[in-house]
């Protein structure tokens, strides 16, 4: 008898321990988010997310595209990250084997132009490049008009651009004046810019009274304007490009299920509505209007952008942009 009781008590102490197991296995289960957008908008995402899927964690590491890029690059044969918020679209075809096709559930509300093959990414925001001047230190009617105004030796110094090694707008600047003026003109923007490691410095720099402009995506310039720093838009005359970014899940990360609840909620009207209201950009879904302060599309000058050329020129090109810059 004394030996059937000790059976049954081993037996429910192992069922106890599995049980307990098994509730802090749920409780830690996780997803891995690489998030290349404002720590605002991904701390919004994150509590909400949690709130919605209770048992799941988001590990959130924080850094720029080409950071990021790097990263996934480096862990390719054993994937740390699940999915990776926020690059340009440039960025995810320059490494499209990197990442898992899904078709998300908010799929339907997506321009067939903001989804990668395979469902491999979807938009995030739609936004155009432009130039934040701070006004205390420039009028607007002395800041450059023009990509190739940047060019002149007037601004030599006054110009912060980020590096397109490390930023994924400072690459999409760069090859929207490229596609313009070709390297003749960016060897001499080379010549006048302070270059930096990050595209938040680009414009912070000038939002603080650093330096008088800066080149940034419009979202920046309008979230600036709003937190009442002495700063305003110009929209270079010679046109912009209309530039998507996106999000996607990484192929062989270590939570492919939770990664798919994560994408499907990047993807969501709720979380598109927190990148307007918390970010000023422009969504990518068909469904959502633009944050009030951008100007409609159709007042600006704009150019299609050459996805095509800028993912497989990138390697040639960011040689050729090393190559200047180091002999600068």
């Given amino acids: ?56 964690k988001v590990d959130l590491i924080n850094g720029g595209s080409g950071e990021l890029l790097t990263r996934l690059n480096a862990e390719k044969a054993n994937p740390r990250a699940d999915v990776l918020v926020g690059p340009d679209i440039d960025i995810f075809d320059a490494a499209i084997d990197l990442f898992d096709g899904y078709k998300s ?106 330096v008088p402009v800066g080149l940034t995506s419009e979202f920046n310039i309008l979230a600036s304007k709003l937190e009442g720093f002495p700063v305003d838009f110009v929209y270079p005359k010679d046109g912009t490009a209309l530039i998507n970014d996106a999000s996607g899940i990484v192929k062989g990360g270590p939570n492919p299920a939770n990664a798919r609840k994560f994408m499907d909620f990047v993807n969501s009207k709720q979380a598109h509505q927190m990148i307007v209201d918390i970010d000023k950009r422009r969504s990518a879904r068909n469904d959502m209007a ?31 942009f090393d190559k200047t810059f180091s002999s600068k």
Avoid at 22 to 33: F, K
Avoid at 125 to 139: E, L, R, W
């Fill in 1 to 56: 008898m004394k030996t059937r009781n000790r059976i049954v008590g081993a037996a429910w102490a192992i069922a106890a321990a599995w049980a307990l197991t098994s509730a802090a296995s749920a409780q830690t289960s996780s997803v891995v988010v690489y998030s290349a957008v404002s720590p605002k908008v991904m701390t919004a995402f994150v509590e909400e997310f949690q709130k919605q899927n209770p048992g799941v």
């Fill in 105 to 210: 559930k908010e799929d339907a509300a997506f321009p067939r132009t903001a989804v990668g093959p395979d469902n491999k990414y979807y938009g995030f925001s739609t936004n155009f490049q432009a130039f934040i001047v701070n006004t205390k230190m420039m009028p607007l009617d002395k800041a450059p008009q023009s990509w190739t105004d940047l060019a002149k030796p007037e601004y030599k110094g006054k110009i912060v651009i980020a590096n397109p090694a490390q930023s994924g707008s400072g690459y999409s600047q760069m090859i929207q004046i490229l596609q313009l003026y070709g390297w003749d003109v960016m060897d001499k923007i080379i010549g006048t810019g302070t270059f930096v490691t990050s595209s938040r410095l680009a414009y912070q720099n000038v939002a603080k009274g650093e």
């Fill in 290 to 320: 633009p944050p009030a302060g951008l100007p409609d599309a159709k007042s600006l000058k704009t150019f299609p952008y050459d996805y095509k050329a800028a993912t497989t020129m990138r390697k040639a090109n960011l040689e050729r």
